[in-house]
């Protein structure tokens, strides 16, 4: 069989699953179809959506003239950069795999999806490119009404006011507490290090999930640990002030204070995760308890590490703590988290034997469509996935992020980076980056 050209169309910051909810990447003319009239219809003002559609199109004249030829959507990451060219990498390898073109034709709608050009070229022939610009008023008075168009975007107006308006408070904050400049520089330098290690995400991540809202059981939890939170706050303030007129030298002041408000905000935290659960159990998501129960365990071996460990900086009341204890407490620790890991995953186990998950699609936490669930392997811990090429792999339990309507699925779980899929069975997946299997549904939802 002659070996099909591909009308590639790349939706970089991949708005399709971010406005859209559709999943990436969109192989054949009705999932591409289907996939921009979704994103038109909850971004009119989005380009993507008008680039699938020219895709469509050359699809069809292509088609009409009797080439073989497929179309085929690609989608990254909303954090562009390295994530989003990785994911298209991993998307493009996996579309070569299976459906072997000879060459492509790209489609894109812009500066930034050009930038991707390099790779696409380094795995297939490119014969064609097509820049598809949206016509409008180039005036500059209308720069002023894209200014606030952006500004309503939660991502850009969380930078150009967010950021502004926060230092601003803390800088009003320090200075009436007379303390100066530095606590505004040291927060700005520990804000840049989480933000370069990825460390923002992931606690962006968490906080989502715990939404405040006066229709769940939560709010008592949110409540009272805001509560015990102020609490803790005053106890610090009260040690801090104590700690300041027995003259103590400033590594053991802070080892006081620490020690001090650390099981408070333990226990205002542990009450948000208790009202968390409460919520899972009522509305029928056990399987969102065994993260909550992770996080509590997490939480306590650190609480218990900090007391000990500020215990041995200050040691300024009986029982006195040595170095050993502290080295003891955290080997402890580990042992603890180990059995409570161990713990959380026979439970997670044990909620997804019993839900049936059968029949649900399975997606990435980036959006990308990776399969249909087909059975759940109880005595390894694993689920079972099918493409719609017929292959089957198995992934472990505790890859599963959460089950909604799909099953949401994390990466590095014996999957993902480094291409390990392949030898679970999906029949020569090669590359790295490789994170799960294309999809060319016609009617699957994500």
């Known amino acids: 069989m002659k070996r099909p050209i591909l009308v590639l169309c790349i939706d970089r910051d991949n708005d399709l699953f971010e406005k859209g909810k559709v999943s990436g990447p969109l192989v054949g003319r009705e999932r591409n ?50 994530r989003a060219d990785k994911e298209i990498s991993s998307q493009l390898d996996k579309i070569i795999t299976e459906l072997n073109p000879a060459s492509c034709v790209l489609i894109s709608d812009g500066a930034s999806d050009e930038e991707i050009l390099p790779i696409i070229k380094s795995r297939l022939k490119v014969d064609s490119t097509k820049i598809v610009f949206i016509k409008q008023a180039k005036e500059l008075e209308k720069t002023y009404f894209v200014i606030l168009e952006k500004l309503r975007d939660p991502h850009f107006a969380k930078t150009i006011i967010g950021i502004p308006a926060l230092l601003l408070l803390l800088t009003s904050i320090s200075i009436y507490l007379g303390m100066g400049w530095m606590p505004i520089v040291a927060v700005v330098a520990v804000y840049a290090l989480l933000r370069v290690y990825g460390v923002e995400d992931w606690a962006m991540d968490v906080f989502r999930d715990f939404r405040f809202s006066f229709e769940r059981t939560s709010w008592i939890g949110y409540i009272g640990g805001a509560t015990v939170f102020m609490i803790g706050v005053f106890v ?71 007391l000990v460990g500020t215990s041995w900086i200050a040691n300024l009341n009986e029982p006195y703590v040595d170095f050993g204890t502290f080295l003891f407490t955290i080997a402890f620790s580990l042992v603890l988290g180990y059995i409570a890991t161990y713990v959380v995953n026979w439970y997670r186990k044990e909620v997804l034997t019993e839900m049936k998950i059968e029949g649900k699609e399975a997606i990435s936490e980036r959006g990308t469509y990776l399969g249909k669930i087909v059975g759940i392997d109880a005595r390894h811990g694993k689920i079972v996935i099918q493409t719609i090429f017929e292959k089957r792999y198995s992934l472990p339990m505790s890859a599963v992020s959460s089950i909604e309507e799909n099953v949401v699925l994390k990466p590095g779980e014996g999957w993902g980076d480094g291409g390990s899929q392949s030898r679970a069975g999906v029949g020569g997946a090669r590359g790295a980056g490789v994170s799960g299997p294309i999809s060319r549904p016609a009617s699957s939802s994500s």
């Open 33 to 82: 179809l289907q996939g921009a009239i979704a994103l038109s219809l909850a971004d009119p003002e989005d380009p993507d959506s008008n680039a699938v559609f020219y895709a469509i199109k050359i699809f069809d004249q292509m088609r009409a003239e009797n080439y073989n030829v497929e179309v085929v959507t690609l989608t990254g990451d909303k954090k562009l950069g390295f």
């Open 236 to 306: 610090g303030y009260q040690t801090m002030q104590k700690g300041i007129a027995l003259g103590l030298p400033n590594d053991k002041l802070i080892a006081l204070v620490v020690g001090s408000m650390s099981w408070i905000f333990f226990t205002a935290i542990l009450l948000i995760l208790v009202g968390k659960s409460i919520d899972s159990l009522m509305e029928k998501k056990k399987y969102r308890i065994s993260k909550y129960m992770m996080y509590s365990a997490a939480l306590a071996l650190s609480t218990l590490v900090i």
